[in-house]
C-alpha cells in the first residue's frame, strides 16, 4: 500500500478538461476577467446560493482585499486557532489582530469573550468556520450591531457548508473561500470573496485588478489578484464532481465516527443534524491519560505505518514570532492545538486504506 495522504485534490477528468483547454487556446484571452472567469463566477454563485462573487487568486489575497474594501482601522478581533493567513491579512492592512478564546464544542471564536476584547479601536469581527464548522452568527451579529462592527468570515473551509438550509456564506458583511488544492473544492490556487451587493463586487473587481476604476482612472491602492482562464476552467470541470467528492467524504466521516465513538480517549467534533458539511478535515482529540499515547505519539505511530497526519493547527498563530501573544490567555485554543491530529479524509481515500487508518489508531 502506498502512503495513505491526509488530503488529494479533487482531479477533474483529464478528457473533460480537454475541451475548455482548446477553447481558451482559439480565444487566446488567459487572464483579466475572462469568458470562463465569468462562468465560474455565475456557476458559483447559483451552486453556493450566493449574490456575488469575486474571484481571486488565492484565500489569502481574497482575504486582505477584503478586509481592505472596508476601509477599516485599528483593531480586528478574531481567532488564534486558524491557519496563520487569517491573521497576516489583519497585518497587511496595517491592523491589530486581538485574539480571543474558541469554544472548545466548535473550536470557533467564542462569541462570550469578544465583548471583553473590544475596545474604542476595534472595527472588525474575523471569524473562522475551522474545518467548515459554522459559527454562531447570530451571537456574533448582535455583538458586531451593538457596537458598530463589521463582520467579514474566513470560511476558506466552508465551502457549500449549509446551516439549518441557508448558506453560512451569506453571514457576515463579507466571507472569503481559499480554492487551494487541499480544500474540498479547488481550482489548484485560487479564492473568492463572496458579497451582498454589487457595490461591494464591483469595488472588489476593482481592488484586485490594481485599483482600475476605468481605464484613466484609479484611486484605490489595488493588488493583482486575478484568477487565470485556465485555473477557471479546471474550476468549472471539478464543480461538476464536487457532490459526489463530498458525499464520498461525508461516507468516509460516518465511517470514522461509528469506528472513535467506542474509542476511549479519542473525541471527535459534534456536529448538528441541522447542517451540511463538507467534510474537508478530520480532527480528532487525543486525551492521553485515557488513549494512552500523547497526541505526537500518535502521529509518529502513523507516520511509521505509512499514514499522515496532521497537527492543524499547532502550533497557534499566538505562539509564533510575529504574533508574540501569550497563549495561555486562549487556554480552550491551547489545550485543543496540543490535542489534535487531523486524520486522512478525501475522496481518492480505498476503503482499506480508512481501514487502515482506524486499525493503526484504534489497534
Ligand atoms: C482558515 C484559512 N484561511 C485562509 C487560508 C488561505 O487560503 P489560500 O491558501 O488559498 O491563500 C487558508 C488556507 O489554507 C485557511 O485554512
Redesign the pocket.
Known amino acids: 500500500m502506498d502512503k495513505i495522504t491526509v488530503t488529494s485534490p479533487l482531479l477533474p477528468p483529464l478528457d473533460e478538461l480537454t475541451p475548455y483547454l482548446e477553447d481558451i487556446w482559439q480565444r487566446k484571452w488567459l487572464t483579466n476577467s475572462g469568458h470562463y472567469h465569468q462562468q465560474l463566477e455565475d456557476e458559483l454563485c447559483k451552486y453556493l446560493d450566493v449574490p456575488y462573487i469575486s474571484l481571486f487568486s488565492?484565500?489569502?489575497?481574497a482575504?486582505i482585499t477584503a478586509l481592505q474594501s472596508l476601509e477599516l482601522t485599528g483593531e480586528v478581533i478574531t481567532t488564534p486557532y486558524?491557519?496563520v493567513?487569517?491573521a497576516h491579512a489583519i497585518k497587511w492592512n496595517n491592523l491589530t489582530p486581538v485574539f480571543v478564546d474558541i469554544d472548545p464544542a466548535t473550536f470557533n471564536i467564542d462569541p462570550a469573550k469578544i465583548e471583553v476584547a473590544i475596545t474604542e479601536k476595534t472595527s472588525a469581527i474575523l471569524p473562522?468556520h475551522v474545518y467548515g464548522t459554522p459559527c454562531n452568527d447570530a451571537a456574533i451579529d448582535a455583538i458586531a450591531k451593538k457596537h458598530g462592527l463589521k463582520v467579514i468570515y474566513?470560511a476558506?473551509?466552508a465551502f457549500g457548508v449549509k446551516e439549518c438550509g441557508q448558506s453560512v456564506l451569506n453571514y457576515g458583511d463579507l466571507s472569503i473561500l481559499?480554492?487551494?488544492a487541499?480544500k474540498a473544492y479547488s481550482t489548484i490556487?485560487?479564492?473568492a470573496v463572496v458579497c451582498k451587493t454589487l457595490e461591494q463586487k464591483q469595488r472588489l473587481d476593482q481592488l484586485k485588478n490594481f485599483g482600475f476604476e476605468s481605464e484613466t482612472q484609479i484611486s484605490m491602492c489595488g493588488m493583482n489578484a486575478k484568477l487565470n482562464e485556465l485555473q477557471a476552467a479546471f474550476g468549472l470541470v471539478a464543480l461538476n464532481k464536487i457532490d459526489e467528492s463530498i458525499a464520498k467524504r461525508k461516507s468516509i466521516a460516518n465511517y470514522y465516527d461509528k469506528a472513535f465513538s467506542t474509542t476511549a480517549g479519542i473525541k471527535t467534533l459534534d456536529n448538528h443534524s441541522s447542517l451540511e458539511l463538507n467534510y474537508s478535515y478530520y480532527p480528532i482529540l487525543i486525551d492521553q491519560a485515557e488513549f494512552g499515547l500523547t497526541r505526537d505519539e500518535l502521529l509518529e505511530k502513523l507516520q511509521a505505518n505509512n499514514i499522515l497526519a496532521r497537527r492543524y493547527f499547532y502550533p497557534l498563530v499566538t505562539q509564533f514570532e510575529l504574533y508574540k501573544g501569550d497563549a495561555s490567555s486562549t487556554p480552550n485554543a491551547k489545550s485543543i492545538s496540543e490535542q489534535v491530529l487531523c486524520i486522512p479524509i478525501h475522496n481518492a481515500l480505498a476503503e482499506e486504506e480508512q481501514m487502515k487508518v482506524i486499525e493503526v489508531i484504534c489497534g
Open positions: 488565492n484565500g489569502t489575497l482575504l486558524t491557519f493567513a487569517t473562522v474566513d476558506a473551509h481559499s480554492f487551494h487541499t490556487e485560487g479564492g
